[in-house]
């Protein structure tokens, strides 16, 4: 029962950090169109998480944690739009470096993760299940 007990452990664990980088995720999408108000103000800055392994002391487990949220440095992409109140000299606007479609991948990958994690909670329910029940 204790191995039954440790995957649980492992998965939720991997369930937290999926459920993180999701809502990281979510963040990079709801701002892909922010940007700067004034010429040179920084549109938003993608952010980017980072996990790693980490002892659980109290089960004996390595198990994955969330080891911080960073911003992406790369740069940010211009649009011309002279219009707009950020626009430069050029006329060109400082656009978030935010990918929606790399965004939509990590996501879907993300939920995969998070589902297998929660499949292998059910699985590790249904053998500790079947092995009370072997034992009456």
Same mark, same amino acid.
């Given at each position: 029962m204790?191995?039954?007990?440790?995957?649980?452990? =492992?998965?939720?664990a991997?369930? $937290?950090? #999926?459920?993180?980088r999701l809502?990281? =995720?979510?963040q990079n999408?709801?701002?892909?169109d922010?940007?700067g108000?004034?010429?040179?103000?920084?549109p938003?800055?993608r $952010? @980017? =998480?980072?996990?790693e392994?980490? /002892? !659980?002391? %109290?089960m004996?487990l390595?198990?994955?944690?969330?080891?911080?949220v960073t911003? !992406?440095m790369? &740069?940010? &992409? $211009?649009?011309? !739009?002279p219009?707009?109140p950020?626009a430069?000299?050029?006329?060109?606007? /400082?656009? &978030?470096?935010?990918?929606?479609?790399?965004? /939509?991948? !990590?996501?879907? %990958?993300? #939920?995969r993760?998070?589902?297998?994690n929660?499949?292998t909670i059910?699985v590790?329910? %249904?053998m500790? $299940?079947r092995? @009370? %029940?072997?034992?009456k």
């Amino acid at each position: 029962m204790d191995d039954l007990k440790s995957v649980t452990r =492992i998965a939720v664990a991997g369930m $937290k950090v #999926q459920a993180e980088r999701l809502r990281v =995720i979510s963040q990079n999408l709801a701002n892909a169109d922010s940007v700067g108000q004034r010429p040179g103000e920084t549109p938003y800055r993608r $952010k @980017l =998480i980072t996990f790693e392994d980490a /002892m !659980d002391r %109290e089960m004996g487990l390595r198990s994955v944690h969330v080891r911080g949220v960073t911003e !992406d440095m790369s &740069p940010f &992409p $211009k649009r011309l !739009d002279p219009s707009h109140p950020a626009a430069d000299a050029d006329g060109y606007v /400082m656009m &978030p470096n935010v990918d929606p479609l790399v965004e /939509m991948m !990590d996501m879907r %990958e993300a #939920q995969r993760s998070y589902e297998a994690n929660m499949s292998t909670i059910s699985v590790a329910r %249904e053998m500790a $299940k079947r092995t @009370l %029940e072997m034992l009456k």
